[in-house]
Each structure stands twice: as structure tokens, then as C-alpha cells.
């Protein structure tokens, strides 16, 4: 009896080498906007050897207040990128959250101390996390990113995606594999494909965005505080070590932008512990925006990938905008790599756009909404009788791993998070192919 030869593959690393799989990639991978996310999936694709080109619109980085908090599905992806350590050391985690009433007496409070720390809250204002992973960028040499790069038409085929750039020294047609829209809630390559369409709504009052240096340790407040009112509504929230605060709150929508700056003091000594003046805070900056739920109609056409506020919108109350589109990028990356590396083929990308529209729409979406809503409440006084959340909340007080447990549900710890990963191609299935190759 002739044996045969018995081969073992330790891992999916060594059955592609005995496979010798070819990659599928003729050809880089765009990414249009160099915001955090579409820097994250650089990174990502960089690490794997995947040639990647960034580009971006402006001349810079945007420095505008917007996302601060990082929930624990983005923060295991920035950790699997390996950033974590640098946001972490450069920002900080916040000790606890609570619901307050206009008073600031609290509502109901939920500590974090007994979160696991891979899955802590993670506070950065979102620019300076932006600058981390470009810096980390940096020192791959697969990974290009170019600023003062316009997209402005593109086009696709069977083989391949093109755009047409407008880049510094003159217009100029670039193809790749895929290109990602990761370019912010104007994306230029969702109005390409889609048009003005974008389904969803407007909430009616202004959001502002304000970073402030103001002592509301003097004040006995948490390190996340949400005050409770139909008219004083707002979130503050330490976003750094050396005193910087995040104040977000509402105005009419009937005001201009010019009229909502305009009446920034006035609504800090109505709002604010302490009543204070202009001469008790100082601004760093403040950002009058538009807010809005919506979803694209698909993540995925032929070559053109979407991701991130590209993708969907959602009010930043709990932090699900940005943390969303980080938990996008890192399946994203997922879906890419194992085509790449002949683990999946181009369908796995339909199960991107299933599975992260579907997350969205009945998570991120609804969640979202729910925390806003829950500080425009019209009887902050009955918000425990009104509100199973709140009242959850507050009859954990007394059980810290009830309230870490309830923390974690809140910011959708397991909810937002889908591994991709399971659609490989099976190592039993390969296996079975490279024994037929050795009994050939």
C-alpha cells in the first residue's frame, strides 16, 4: 500500500503559501477623505501590504469640533490597528456617566470602573486622533496620502474604478481595484453614485459644537454628564487631560448660523453650573451644524465601496457616529483582505453592505435617536417613570457590574460589531483541495 504524504496548515497563512492563491488586486485601493475612518482603513490595508492612496480635498487635516468619544466597538478596532496605546496616551477614559436635570441634580449615574480595558470609553477630539493614524500611515510605504486632491468624476468597469482628480499640478485620471468613499456627509462619491439622494431626516434644531475650558470640577460634575430639559438640553464632556471640554447643545433651527454663535454666553449662563460669564470660560472653539439620520441607499456598488458618514448619519449623542463608521472600517478591511488574499471572493463585499446597512438601520440609528430624545424630554421630573433606560440606570447604583454591564449595552458594545471574517472560504474546504493536489 503506497501512503500518501500527510501535509498540516498550522494556520490560513500557510494554506495560501502551499495554495499559491495570486491576488486579485491588479491594482491599488483609493480612499476619497482623510478623515479618521478613511485614514484607519489605509492603515489597515497598509499593514497587509495592500497598496493604498489617500486622497483628500482640503489642505489639511479638519480641525472643527466634532466626535470626541470612541464606544468600545471602534475602540477594539483602533486596537487591532495598533493606535489605541497612542490615542489612550494622549487622551484619556472616562470614570462615569449621568443623566442630570436642569438643576444638575443627578438623574441616575452609571460607573465604568469594572468595564474590561480593551473595552473602555476613549476620549480624543476626533482631529487628534486623525493625526495619530496618519502618523502611523506614514511609516508604511505602500500607503500614499495626497491633500489639495478634488475628486470629481469617476467611472468603473468590470476590471476596474477610475477617477478623475483635480490635484495640484493639474487634472489627472487615477484607477484602482476599488475606490472607498470615506469623505465625510457631502461625500462626493455617494453623489455619484446616488445623486442627492440620501434617505433618512433633519432634526429641526441646530446642534453647537463648543471645546471650553471651564471648572466644572468645581461643580461636582462627572466626567460625561447629559442634562434633561425640553429647552436647556446639553451634553458636557471632558475630552482631554488639561481641562478642555465638550459642551453640545441645541438651538432653533430658525436661527441663522451667525445668530446661534451670537448667543453662545447666553446660553453657557443659562445652561452652564455656576451661571458663568465670558470672563469664567474661555472658548477654544465652536462649530454650529446640522443634524441628521440618514443612510445611503447601498455601501457597495460594483467597485465603489462606502464608509462612515459617506455612509450614514446620526446625532453624536452617545458617540455612535464615529464609533460606527471605525467599526465599518475594521469589517471593511476584513472583506478587502480576504479577497486579497484569495480567502473570499468579491461577494463577501455584498455582505459588507447587508450586514453594516442592516446594523445601522436597526442599531446605530435607533440608539442614537433614543439618547437625543431622552434629553429633550418634556417631564425631566418623572424621566425615571417615563424611561426603562433611566431607571435601569439608577436601580444599578447599588450593583457596579449591573451598571458596567448596562454601560456597555448603551454605547452597543456587541451590537455594532459583525466578523466578516466567518465568510472565508473554509480551512476544511481548502484542506480537502490540497490533498487533491498532493494525490494528483
Known sequence: MTMKPQYHMSNEADLKQFLFVPSPFARQVIIVGAGPAGLLLALFLSKEKIPVHVLEAASEIDSQPRATHYGPAGVQELERAGVLEAIRAEGFLPKDLCWRKEDGNIIAELQQEHIPLHSRVTSLPVNRVAHIILDALRQHPTAKVDFNCKVTRTGQDDDKAWAEVQMPDGVKTLEASYIVGSDGASSTIRKNLFGDSFPGRTWE????????????????????????????????????????????????????????????????????????????????????????????????????????????????????????????????????????????????????????????????????????QRVMMTEPDRALELDPFLNAAANAKKDPEAAARLAQMARGANALKHDFRQYYKTLKTESSASENLCSA
Open 205 to 372: 434644531p441646530w446642534l453647537i459644537a463648543s471645546n471650553v475650558y471651564y471648572d466644572f470640577d468645581a461643580h461636582g460634575w462627572d466626567d460625561i454628564n447629559f442634562i434633561i430639559h425640553p429647552q436647556n438640553w446639553f451634553m458636557a464632556a471632558r475630552i482631554t487631560k488639561n481641562g478642555l471640554w465638550r459642551i453640545t447643545y441645541g438651538e432653533d433651527g430658525e436661527l441663522t448660523r451667525e445668530q446661534c454663535i451670537e448667543r453662545q454666553h447666553e446660553r453657557y449662563r443659562s445652561m452652564l453650573p455656576g451661571n458663568p460669564g465670558p470672563e469664567q470660560y474661555k472658548v477654544a472653539n465652536i462649530s454650529p451644524y446640522r443634524v441628521h439620520q440618514r443612510c445611503a441607499e447601498k455601501f457597495r456598488v460594483g467597485r465603489f465601496l462606502l464608509v462612515a458618514d459617506a455612509a450614514h448619519l446620526c446625532n453624536p449623542f452617545g458617540g455612535f457616529g464615529l464609533t460606527s463608521g471605525i467599526v465599518d472600517v475594521g469589517g471593511l478591511y476584513d472583506c478587502l483582505s480576504g479577497i486579497y488574499n484569495g480567502l473570499a471572493d468579491e461577494s463577501i463585499l455584498d455582505k459588507y453592505d447587508e450586514v453594516r446597512r442592516r446594523i445601522f438601520i436597526e442599531q446605530v440609528d435607533k440608539l442614537s435617536t433614543a439618547n437625543l
